[in-house]
């Protein structure tokens, strides 16, 4: 029998606000985006800011000079982050999908090009937002251009980063820098070196491509022939100056350059 709410008994009238508010729990624990965790929500925190920690560390731990070493690299970073795990960069750095990647960082790497220093800080300490497996960090570091020139360029640089961690994990899926003043003056630093410096520029990359791509990878007949496109290309992707790492540019094959001793793929965006 069909009945009105304003016929129905007091009864029936509490027991339909009841089956009411127990049908919005459901609904909204099936729209939630955050599944439920057999681990407890204080201790799982906990463990994802000592992955934030360890991630550092990593990156700390290595000094300008220090040779770096890529299996020790991935030995560290692997037990932090998920097999799928991604990082995707501002200004036409674009999105990588290897833990070898995140090796262009270091000034060995780079051939002196830039090094940065996570520990100096100037004074300013590092900041967390959390939103659910998202979590923000801010930091300030210092970032020399040419470190092992006498005298380098210090540039500070305050980094805003979102780490999103898989669902009930304490191991990271996604890393995400976001845009800001200070992070578009290092990449303009980075994108002039490429530009106008001679050993940091064209010449740098065809050099290692003489080195690493061989075979087939292999894009150019010889070293004058590489030098002679490479330098022919615009200084930044054509219609895109906003992403200068971007497209078939000086600063895309600098950046790909750097990649090339770890993965030879990236041969393949050099030519």
């Known amino acids: ?16 606000k009841v089956g009411y508010f127990l049908s919005c729990i459901a609904v909204a624990r099936s729209f939630s985006s955050l599944p439920s965790c057999s681990s407890d929500e ?30 020790s690299f991935i030995s560290e ?29 270091f000034s060995s ?46 540039l500070p640089i305050q980094s805003e980063v979102v780490v999103t961690f898989a669902p009930c994990s304490e191991k990271i899926a996604l890393y995400r820098f976001l845009r800001n003043p200070s992070v578009e003056v290092w990449f303009r630093t980075w994108s002039w070196s490429a530009i106008h410096s001679t050993y940091q520029g064209m010449f740098d990359v065809c050099a290692y491509h003489e080195k690493y791509c061989t075979g087939d990878y292999q894009q150019y007949d010889n070293f004058t022939s590489c030098l002679a496109y490479l330098t022919a290309l615009p200084d930044v992707p054509v219609g895109c100056p906003w992403a200068p790492l971007a497209g078939s540019s000086k600063v895309c094959k600098l950046k790909h350059k750097q990649l090339v001793p770890f993965q030879p793929k990236h041969c393949y965006h050099m030519g």
């Open 109 to 154: 790497v780079n051939v002196g090009l830039s090094s940065f220093n996570l520990s100096d800080t100037g004074g300013v300490l590092p900041a967390v937002s959390i939103d659910g497996d998202a979590y923000t960090t801010k930091q300030n570091f210092a970032a020399n251009f040419f470190p092992t020139v006498t005298p380098s360029l210090r």
């Open 77 to 105: 970073l692997g037990p932090l982050v998920t097999p799928e795990f991604s990082i995707t960069a501002p200004y036409g750095g674009g999105s990588y999908d290897a833990v070898e990647d995140l090796a262009l960082q």
């Open 42 to 71: 204080a201790e799982l925190t906990d463990k994802r800011l000592q992955t934030l920690a360890a991630f550092n560390s990593v990156y700390t731990s290595f000094g300008a000079s220090d040779v770096f070493n890529l299996e």
């Open 1 to 16: 029998e069909n009945r009105s709410l304003a016929t129905a008994s007091p009864w029936e009238l509490i027991m339909w």
